[in-house]
T-cell receptor
């Protein structure tokens, strides 16, 4: 009965490859997010998305693209992986984005680019 | 712009010691404030939150009060346990339109020794 799940948990790949990380939430939420946590544990928003709007953090390279087949899923596609993409990626969801709405996080996907 | 500053870690305490982790924020308007906890190897869990000035969030013996006059949301616990060892993140919810995203501090690692 996991609320927000991500697959895979670990991903090791070579530079230049294309990979995807999947995220699913069973909370009935309408808004989903992707965050990146770097090696120093710093967390930063990458995308937020609901059925009305995709908001992209301006610092995210266009090699990263979110894809949402339905309200319960927001997958992250990464093209031409680079060493600097190594990080932990967290998916989250909430019901709306307004005041006080709690975001619930998945367990994270640890990506290592060699 | 919006930002969160929390005290640098690591913080090392003995069991049953008093804990304070300082957090201050800069924001336009009246953001909601959160503390998230990340146990080793796991994702982020909501610890507590406050949505308006003078609100006190509390959970598992942790407390934090939303102080608008000092723009602070310090985390406190009267008696820490070894199981509280984790990284603690202070965050504010920046929202606009239909969505909001969390802006995190850099995290404070807490180690509690028996």
């Amino acid at each position: 009965d996991t609320a927000v799940s991500q697959t895979p948990k670990y991903l090791v790949t070579q530079m230049g490859n294309d990979k995807s990380i999947k995220c699913e939430q069973n909370l009935g939420h309408d808004t989903m997010y992707w965050y990146k946590q770097d090696s120093k544990k710093f967390l930063k928003i990458m995308f937020s998305y609901n059925n009305k709007e995709l908001i992209i953090n301006e610092t995210v390279p266009n090699r990263f693209s979110p894809k949402s087949p339905d309200k319960a899923h927001l997958n992250l596609h990464i093209n031409s992986l680079e060493l600097g993409d190594s990080a932990v990626y967290f998916c989250a969801s909430s019901q709306g984005g307004a005041r006080g709405k709690t975001q619930y996080f998945g367990p994270g996907t640890r990506l290592l680019v060699l | 712009g919006n930002s969160v500053t929390q005290m640098e870690g690591p913080v090392t305490l003995s069991e049953e010691a008093f804990l304070t982790i300082n957090c201050t924020y800069t924001a336009t308007g009246y953001p909601s404030l959160f503390w998230y906890v990340q146990y080793p190897g796991e994702g982020l869990q909501l610890l507590l939150k406050a949505t308006k000035a003078d609100d006190k969030g509390s959970n598992k013996g942790f407390e934090a009060t939303y102080r608008k006059e000092t723009t602070s949301f310090h985390l406190e616990k009267g008696s820490v346990q070894v199981s509280d060892s984790a990284v603690y993140f202070c965050a504010l919810l920046k929202y606009g339109g239909s969505q909001g995203n969390l802006i995190f501090g850099k995290g404070t690692k807490l180690s509690v020794k028996p």
